[in-house]
């Protein structure tokens, strides 16, 4: 069974336990890995994800655990930073494109180059500002989860 090994593999935000409702996007079991190397903000993150939508939530704070994480959970969407320690986010989506091919990936960053962003959507399926989180992040993933693309409208 997937629930299992995936909540073994990748530690969850200790007061919020995972739970499995139907999301906006009748998605049952929609497994998301966050990785990002400031834990206030998986923290913020974690708390929209568990409790607006109900999915299950696993955490990284670097691109190599990133990219392992992926590897052994095979997550449905991976919210992934750009500034990372030991692997950076760009890097750390080309490897994840190897091992979990099916992973939707959303890049949330501070960064706003529109060669950067480009270079986000041609590895991923989505690109959110940092700043935008709070008003985007569960519209981006449902998105995603529904096949399209998503950038920020600030970034646009």
Known sequence: MFLPQFMS???FLAPYPP????????????????VDDFQPFRELACNLLLNHAGWIV???????????????????????????????GIEAARR?????????IVFVSQESS??????????????????NVGRQLLTAIEA?????EFVS???L
């Open 58 to 88: 696993g955490q990284a704070s670097d691109g190599l655990e990133a990219v392992e994480k992926a590897e052994e959970s095979k997550p449905d969407v991976i919210l992934l930073d750009i500034g990372l320690p030991k692997l950076n």
């Open 114 to 131: 529109k060669d950067v962003i480009e270079e986000c959507l041609r590895l991923g399926q989505g690109y959110i500002a940092k700043a």
């Open 19 to 34: 739970r499995i409702i139907i999301s906006r996007v009748e998605s049952l079991n929609c497994r998301i890995l966050l």
């Open 153 to 155: 409208p600030s970034l």
């Open 9 to 11: 593999a990748v530690p």
């Open 144 to 148: 995603v989860l529904q096949g399209k």
């Open 96 to 104: 994840i494109r190897i091992v979990s091919p099916d992973s939707k």
